[in-house]
């Protein structure tokens, strides 16, 4: 017999109070299992949160701009006596009773919906005869915010899942020395701007003064507090971090050349990763013109945010 089943948000980490920015699906919608029902923004990154059931949507509990934290309630949906158990169906999708209650429990004669057959591939063979140092599910290479979120979900789903990233912390660029730290001096520059407009509303304010150091260790701060929340989450889900460059030995290897310090300096070692399944999450980096010269006085967006002085005027 149909059962209505509880869908609620999963596990997000210590995160709390994430807004919904946007809202996928509606009363009276038909979902498959891992299809989205609404995207989440937190400080660093967006997150969908899926279905980890098969039906038709009876009501959605939340609207668009309401905050939500693990074990909100956030629809309700139909699920027919063809579709697989609710509650085992939850747990292979790393959910668990978490995310889904039945209200109305199924019938014992209910039977599971047969798998489709796998597509057709073309058989890949392994060309590396060494041993391996680490064997994993899931490799995902690449630490920013599109990495880290597929090895948490990787590891959701209940895949041994490994994280190869070059740098010191998670986050990539936009954590470490894009978005993130730009925000927090933009915040800076708009409470300056907004006091010298003060004037004209009858408050005046001396000029600011700006300490350089304190300002950078202020950007620092905040940055810190985010990628120590991301280790904190890939520990929480048993993600295995390795610190290095990769290079793939053949369609199931990995080389990691490993890192260390605060940039990507090579301890002259080397772990070899056996994966079934990989994501490649490179990301980006800036260059250097070729026509440039090495001065520097010119600078990238991340010399930008880490200028140890107030420059008179910039082009």
């Known amino acids: 017999m149909p059962q209505l089943v ?26 498959q299992v891992e299809d989205a029902l609404m995207t989440l923004e937190s400080d660093k990154a967006t997150l969908d949160v899926p279905s980890p059931v098969a039906g038709v949507i009876q009501e959605m509990k939340v609207k668009l701009g309401d905050k939500v934290s693990t074990g909100t309630l956030v629809a309700t949906v139909m699920v027919s006596e063809a579709a697989p158990a609710t509650v085992e169906q939850a747990a292979k999708v790393g959910l668990g009773e978490t995310a889904t209650k039945t209200v109305t429990a199924p019938s014992a004669s209910a ?33 920013g915010p599109g990495g880290y979120s597929a090895a948490f979900r990787a590891a959701d789903l209940g895949l041994k899942t490994v994280l190869v990233e070059r740098y010191s912390t998670l986050g990539g660029v936009c954590l470490n020395v894009g978005c993130i730290p730009s925000k927090a001096l933009l915040h800076v520059a708009q409470v300056m701007d907004e006091a010298a407009h003060a004037s004209a509303l009858g408050v005046e304010f001396a000029p600011p003064k700006v300490d350089i150091g304190r300002l950078r260790a202020h950007k620092a701060g905040v940055v810190s507090k985010l990628t120590t929340g991301l280790a904190g ?15 793939f030995l053949d369609a199931f290897h990995l080389e990691v050349a490993t890192t260390t310090g605060s940039g990507q300096e090579t301890t002259g070692e080397t772990r070899v990763i056996q994966f079934r399944q990989c994501i490649i999450a490179a990301g980006s980096a800036a260059i250097h013109l070729p026509f440039l010269p090495d001065d520097k006085r010119i600078v990238d967006s991340t010399g930008a945010l880490e200028l140890p002085f107030t420059p008179k005027k910039m082009l």
């Open 6 to 31: 509880e869908v609620r948000v999963p596990d997000i980490g210590d995160f709390k109070d994430i807004p919904i920015i946007e809202l996928l699906a509606k009363a009276g919608d038909t979902v």
């Open 233 to 247: 989450m890939a520990k929480a889900r048993k993600v295995d971090v390795v610190r290095g460059v990769g290079r």
């Open 111 to 143: 039977t599971t919906a047969p798998a489709a057959p796998a597509p057709g591939a073309a058989t890949i063979t392994s060309t590396f005869a060494g041993k391996a140092d680490i064997v994993c599910d899931m490799l995902v290479l690449g630490a």
